[in-house]
């Protein structure tokens, strides 16, 4: 397995981080976090229409970029280096990935608005008491004369508050785990946002009676490719965590070349340069891990489930390990707003349990006693 990006992904990547350097830089971000909107409407079609981000996990007789797991990750690392608040894992990602597994004409016109960047779309599968369990999923459809009604609610659903449609995870009697297409607005969708903790928003969403169309059941029994979609995210997300503590391990060595105490740079004291080394270390396994993760996508359900937890489980300590040294080597400034280094301390938090945490993921692996990684 390779830890290095061929000629098109690092073209790919070094485009990302050439616009981003231009157009999304550390003030533009937060001026566009602390807007009302909370994101730029701007930078998400130039997203579609000069990178063609947008079409990245769409496959290419749909319009789409077709891109594979490293080309993902290529792209993850860069948006993680950023803090871009956009939602493009959630859309172009997850809700496209799943969107291609329908047959239902809507999903095939999503897919369209997704590639012009005309649509944002949200995954509302968790709930209150599920705690990331898709098995522990209440909310539920009721079939009706030509239809459907839904009922539950949804938690912390990413991007929400700027989507055009939401794709909603219920249990349906005989057919397992279905996703319908629900638009954004429609009526008895009631949606309380909120700010997270990483400059996101995300909201709470209860489904009173939702009337949807016949067209608008997009897959039935999907347990299976909600896991598979799931996984696609987390090893995406691991490729974000990848740029997240790359940007902190920058920053902080940054900051000791420049910071004196007793009248020499911090950089020139032994105890922090091994604090460094161990940044520089933990940063160097979450990279081997994000490639890990992207590698398993393709092998078969047990080695995918352990090899996408096993990943998980190293990004989160990485995650914490990092974002600590980082903070503390800044001292106090670690945690203030005026540098990057608290934004990135975050995110990583949020990474960390994002899609599961360590107990989670350690619980996942050692269901598949069949995984063939040791």
């Not at 999903?107 to 509302?124: E, H, T, Y």
């Amino acid at each position: 397995m390779s830890h290095i990006f061929n000629e098109d992904q690092s073209a790919l990547q070094d485009a990302v981080r050439a616009f981003l350097a231009n157009e999304y830089d550390w003030e533009k971000r937060g001026r566009i976090v602390a807007s009302d909107a909370g994101w730029s409407p701007d930078i998400w079609r130039r997203f579609a229409v000069e990178l063609g981000l947008l079409g990245l996990s769409i496959g290419e007789e749909a319009g789409g970029i077709g891109g594979d797991a490293y080309d993902r990750l290529a792209v993850m690392e860069a948006l993680g280096e950023a803090l871009v608040v956009e939602p493009f894992a959630e859309t172009a990602i997850f809700a496209a990935g799943l969107l291609q597994q329908s047959s239902s004409p809507l999903a095939a016109a999503l897919i369209g608005a997704i590639l012009s960047g005309d649509a944002v779309v949200a995954v509302a599968l968790d709930e209150p008491e599920a705690f990331g369990r898709a098995d522990a999923i209440r909310a539920h459809a009721e079939e009706t004369a030509d239809g459907y009604r839904l009922y539950g609610d949804k938690a912390v659903v990413v991007g929400a508050p700027w989507s055009s449609h939401l794709i909603v995870g219920v249990r349906q009697p005989g057919h397992g785990l279905a996703l319908f297409l629900v638009d954004a607005g429609a009526e008895n969708v009631a949606r309380r946002d909120f700010l997270t903790i990483d400059g996101k928003r995300a909201s709470e969403i209860r489904l009173d009676g939702v009337s949807v169309g016949r067209d608008a059941l997009l897959l039935q029994d999907a347990d299976a490719l909600v896991e598979m979609a799931t996984d696609e995210m987390t090893a995406a997300l691991c490729g974000e965590a990848v740029g997240v503590l790359g940007a902190m391990l920058r920053q902080t060595v940054r900051y000791m070349l420049e910071r004196q105490q007793f009248g020499r740079p911090l950089s020139e004291f032994q105890a922090l340069q091994h604090r460094i080394a161990d940044m520089r270390v933990s940063v160097e396994i979450a990279t081997a891990v994000a490639f890990m993760a992207a590698e398993a996508l393709g092998s078969p359900r047990a080695q995918r489930v352990a090899a996408i937890s096993a990943a998980k489980v190293t990004i989160a300590k990485s995650c914490r390990m990092v974002s600590q040294a980082a903070v503390q080597l800044h001292g106090g400034m670690g945690m203030t707003n005026e540098l990057p280094i608290g934004h990135l301390f975050k995110r990583a938090m949020v990474i960390e349990r994002q899609f599961g945490g360590i107990t989670q993921n350690l619980l996942r692996l050692a269901s598949v006693p069949d995984h063939g990684l040791i």
